[in-house]
Each structure stands twice: as structure tokens, then as C-alpha cells.
């Protein structure tokens, strides 16, 4: 079946570093690909998407690239903010299985201190 | 716009007590719903989804069950809580089967 691998956490940056989580993916078909956040104590929130090969993906400064070559989602930002503290999951949505629910990697936690 | 509601937001219940979590989602019609579970510091567990009214898809055989009595209601519920229940209890909603939208949840402590 379809699965999602994210680099295990947690990470730990200091203010204005350079972030990279990486994130592949297993799929039958072409799948759809998204980034979640979660604040502490929230829900999670989608951060960012991309729906076919070579689409970039972006939003609040972090940006991710479908690469279908070496099936991969990653997620970076320039310089990351004590405010950018969260965990992060990668999750896909593969159309083969029709109106099935997204499969989810098991998160990054992301601390940033001043 | 859709949105999307929880309650309670957070529930202390002894063992063995009756659990009800509800879910309802505003300004969209025939959403797909789903339930996930977060134990503390872990990832996301799939629980239940709803294609429709009456329709349930069990992830995970447990003591939980879920039912959805009206198009945008969503409702998890257990005859009787025992310590491993204990989480954070997430709804969500899609339309297309894509991207779904999460509620804010609900942390249930049971002692």
C-alpha cells in the first residue's frame, strides 16, 4: 500500500537558520502531496500542496517540490522563526483508491529558539 | 465558508465511563468526515471515515465506535473508557477525497 517516510525529530534551530524536512512517498498512482501543520494544542492546518510532478507548492515562506524522479515532497524555508515551532506532516492522496482518507507520515517536531 | 466544530474541547472521564465526542461541519453538504486519535508526542492514527450518512469505515478495531446520523454530523463514541483511550481526538472533513480540514480537537484525559 501507499506510505509516507518523514525524517525523524526532533528538530532543533536557532532563529534565521535554513530548515529542511524531508519527506517520500510510496504510491500506486499519481498522487497528490501536502504539507500539515500543527500548532501546540491545535488541529492541523494545511501549510502548503502540490498536485502533479514538478509543482511547487508554497506558502508563509516555506516551499516544497513535487519531484516524482526521486519521490519526494520536501519541505524547506529560508529562515525559520521562534513562531515556526510546530510539528509538521507530509501526507499524499493517491487517486487509484478513489475517496479514501490521506496517508499521513508520523510527523516532525520543529523547535526554533531565539 | 466551511467551518468546522469540536466538542468539548477538552474531557477528564474516569475508566470505565461512556464517551460522546462530537464533530459537525458548517457550510459544505455531503463532506466526507473522518476521526483520528494522537496519543501524546505520536502521529496521527485513522480511526473512522464517512463517506455518507450511514456510512463507517472502521480503521482499527477497538472499544470506540462512530456514527453519523446526519449529513454534516459525525459523532465518536465508547460504552466504556479504558486508560488507553487517552489522546487527542481529531475530526476532519473533505469534498473531493484530497485535501481535508481539521477541527480544532478535543483532549480527552481518562484517570
Known amino acids: 500500500g501507499d506510505s509516507v517516510t518523514q525524517m525523524e525529530g526532533p528538530v532543533t534551530l536557532s532563529e534565521e537558520a535554513f530548515l529542511t524536512i524531508n519527506c517520500t512517498y510510496t504510491a500506486t498512482g499519481y498522487p497528490s502531496l501536502f504539507w500539515y501543520v500543527q500548532y501546540p494544542g491545535e488541529g492541523l492546518q494545511l501549510l502548503l500542496k502540490?498536485?502533479?510532478?514538478?509543482d511547487k507548492g508554497s506558502n508563509k515562506g516555506f516551499e516544497a517540490t513535487y519531484r516524482k524522479e526521486t519521490t519526494s515532497f520536501h519541505l524547506e524555508k529560508g529562515s525559520v522563526q521562534v513562531s515556526d515551532s510546530a510539528v509538521y506532516f507530509c501526507a499524499l492522496s493517491d487517486p487509484v483508491y478513489g475517496n479514501t482518507p490521506l496517508v499521513f507520515g508520523k510527523g516532525t517536531r520543529l523547535s526554533v529558539i531565539a | 465558508s466551511q467551518t468546522i466544530h469540536q466538542w468539548p474541547a477538552t474531557l477528564v472521564q474516569p475508566v470505565g465511563s461512556p464517551l460522546s465526542l462530537e464533530c459537525t461541519v458548517e457550510g459544505t453538504s455531503n463532506p466526507n468526515l473522518y476521526w483520528y486519535r494522537q496519543a501524546a508526542g505520536r502521529g496521527l492514527q485513522l480511526l473512522f471515515y464517512?463517506?455518507?450518512?450511514?456510512?463507517i469505515s472502521s480503521e482499527v478495531p477497538q472499544n470506540l465506535s462512530a456514527s453519523r446520523p446526519q449529513d454534516r454530523q459525525f459523532i465518536l463514541s465508547s460504552k466504556k473508557l479504558l486508560l488507553s483511550d487517552s489522546g487527542f481526538y481529531l475530526c476532519?472533513?473533505?469534498?473531493?477525497?484530497?485535501?481535508?480540514?481539521f477541527g480544532p480537537g478535543t483532549r480527552l484525559l481518562v484517570l
Open positions: 464517512s463517506v455518507g450518512i450511514g456510512q
Open positions: 502540490a498536485t502533479k510532478a514538478d
Open positions: 476532519a472533513w473533505s469534498v473531493t477525497g484530497e485535501t481535508q480540514y
